[in-house]
């Protein structure tokens, strides 16, 4: 069974920082995705940034990007230059391919961007 | 262009009842997963409707049920309510089975008292 790890609960940085956020995964797949989704108060799921795991080059949205580490089932996000806007629950989920949208998250980083 | 709307956004039900809730999906997909999110966790998935069947499901109990209508909208149904499905439930739809993006509803919050 595949399972995600978020080992922060909470996180906190200076707007205008910079921040990373871990994430670590279990599976035995070879062709999977990785995503980060950001749920701010108003609870609706928003999709941040995407992985491929057949792809090496690190994927990057504006001011997010990750770092993923396959051999390590490493999977960190980072965000650059905090914004305010950015407060919210922070989730890491897994999906293996062609499953149908089976995807498994993790428990969460709330990341609270301070003025 | 419309996304993925759920109805109603807060309910509260007592043990023991049945509850209906409802998903339209974004505008031109036709793929409908459903997920349970309990407080301070992340979201479980629950099942998948795709041409009005049920495709794949998580490890749910039989009280929980769905159907998919065929305007794509979505039912999920959860009969004999017991305290522990107190929770965000949360609506995703995507275009076809094999896609890796979904888009997600705001959720229903489901109290059972």
């Known amino acids: 069974a595949q399972t995600v790890t978020q080992s922060q609960p909470e996180m906190s940085v200076q707007e205008a920082e910079t921040v990373t956020l871990s994430c670590t995964y279990d599976?035995?797949?070879?062709?999977?995705?990785l995503f980060w989704y950001k749920q701010p108060p108003s609870r609706q799921m928003i999709l941040v940034i995407r992985?491929?795991?057949?792809?090496?080059q690190n994927a990057t949205e504006n001011r997010f990007s990750v770092n993923f580490q396959k051999a390590a089932k490493s999977f960190s996000l980072k965000i650059s230059d905090s914004q305010l806007g950015d407060t919210a629950m922070y989730f890491c989920a897994f999906m293996k391919q062609d499953n149908n949208n089976d995807m498994r998250f993790g428990a969460g980083t709330r990341l609270t961007v301070k003025p | 262009d419309a996304g993925v709307t759920q109805s109603p956004t807060h309910l509260i039900k007592t043990r023991g009842q049945q509850v209906t809730l409802r998903c339209s999906p974004k505008s031109g997909h036709d793929t409908v997963s459903w997920y349970q999110q309990a407080l301070g966790q992340g979201p479980q998935f629950i099942f998948q409707y795709y041409e009005e069947e049920e495709r794949q499901r998580g490890n749910f109990p039989d009280r929980f049920s769905g159907h998919q209508f065929p305007n794509y909208s979505s039912e999920l149904n959860v009969n004999a309510l017991l305290l522990g499905d107190s929770a965000l439930y949360l609506c995703?739809?995507?275009?076809?089975?094999?896609?890796?993006?979904?888009?997600f509803g705001q959720g229903t919050r489901l109290t059972v008292v």
């Open positions: 995703a739809s995507s275009l076809g089975v094999r896609v890796n993006e979904a888009f």
């Open positions: 992985q491929e795991a057949y792809k090496q």
């Open positions: 599976t035995s797949e070879n062709n999977y995705y």
